[in-house]
């Protein structure tokens, strides 16, 4: 059993199109989390949600809208896709108190051309 | 800016040999501190974690904190090369909800034979 599973694993698009992410997690962990990975294998937070509440919107452009419809799913859409947003996006989830690590996703490749 | 280095690579030992792996933050209200280890085209998976000075050992790592000089460490011991991978550090200031981990951006190892 995946413990937090995203898809797609890769999606390659177009410049000016709008795509979605989804991630989804059966750990029963209360926030959830997107990373952005870029070619430099730099990981950095774009937001998290605890319990389907936004708590950290790390300035990402407003292209960038994330959703939870639960504590189990965290959704991210992007509009007008630019050619800067290629990068490995991950999900990741934890169980909020401070002294856990965070369990990931195995990523999702965009690539846009 | 909250921030985390770590020494730049990449970082080549032989098989057998100690890997030292450093890493410093600059929040001093830093709680908790973790490192990643993440292989190519794959996503970040948790292996070490440590919340008070000195030494954590599990296996053949050892993960070594100093709040004072707000540094952390890992060590492998008997290097392998499928220890051949990037290490990543990271650290957690806030507390429950608001948690947020903040990664350094990795150092890459090689484990030769």
């Known amino acids: 059993d995946t413990a937090v599973s995203q898809t797609p694993k890769y999606l390659v698009t177009q410049m000016g199109n709008d795509k979605s992410i989804k991630c989804e997690q059966n750990?029963?962990?209360?926030?959830m989390y997107w990373y952005k990975q870029d070619s430099k294998k730099f990981l950095k937070i774009m937001f998290s949600y605890n319990n389907k509440e936004l708590i950290i919107n790390e300035t990402v452009p407003n292209r960038f809208s994330p959703k939870s419809p639960d504590k189990a799913h965290l959704n991210l859409h992007i509009n007008s896709l630019e050619l800067g947003d290629s990068a490995v996006y991950f999900c990741?989830?934890?169980?909020?108190?401070?002294?856990?690590?965070?369990?990931f996703g195995s990523g999702t490749r965009l690539t846009v051309v | 800016q909250k921030e985390v280095e770590q020494n730049s690579g990449p970082l080549s030992v032989p098989e057998g040999a100690i890997a030292s792996l450093n890493c410093t933050y600059s929040d001093r209200g830093s709680q908790s501190f973790f490192w990643y280890r993440q292989y190519s085209g794959k996503s970040p998976e948790l292996i070490m974690s440590?919340?008070?000075?000195g030494d954590k050992e599990d296996g053949r790592f050892t993960a070594q904190l100093n709040k004072a000089s707000q540094y952390v460490s890992l060590l492998i011991r008997d290097s392998q090369p499928s220890d051949s991978a990037t290490y990543l550090c990271?650290?957690?200031?806030?507390?429950?909800?608001?948690?947020?981990?903040?990664f350094g951006k990795g150092i890459t190892l090689s484990v030769r034979p």
């Open positions: 990271a650290v957690n200031a806030a507390t429950g909800a608001n948690s947020k981990l903040t």
């Open positions: 990741a989830s934890s169980p909020g108190e401070n002294h856990h690590g965070y369990t």
């Open positions: 440590i919340y008070s000075n």
């Open positions: 750990l029963g962990h209360d926030t």
